[in-house]
């Protein structure tokens, strides 16, 4: 029987894991850490805080000739939009969200899992 790359003997010196194992070293971890950290940082400052941002100025009444004027308002701004059926189509473009939430959340990982035994 032919040993595989990673059970085989290490040309580094290195001692090979099955990866079959599951332990990873430590350094492993603290480098991927550190390599997502940028990635984390970006993502707060490109959607998370725009997003806040947004949320508490919709909030905001705005004055023409002053700009936003800091003092919330509340939901009011948003009164109207509801009324007037807004609400209805938001519940529509949602529902269209489950049939590929659901694909995702449940098909994949059992394609995934039936791959993985085959």
Known sequence: MAMSA????STTGAPRRSPASGVRPTWEIVLGFALMTPAV???????????IWTV???????????????????????DVAFIGGF??????ALSLLGLPLVAVALVAPAIA???HRA
């Open 113 to 115: 899992c039936c791959a």
């Open 41 to 51: 940082v970006f993502f707060l400052g490109s959607y998370v805080e725009p997003t």
């Open 6 to 9: 990673l059970e085989g003997p």
């Open 87 to 92: 609400g209805g189509t938001l519940r529509f």
């Open 56 to 78: 508490r100025t919709s909030l905001e009444p705005l004055d023409a000739s002053r700009g936003w004027t800091g003092v919330p308002e509340g939901s009011s701004n948003y």
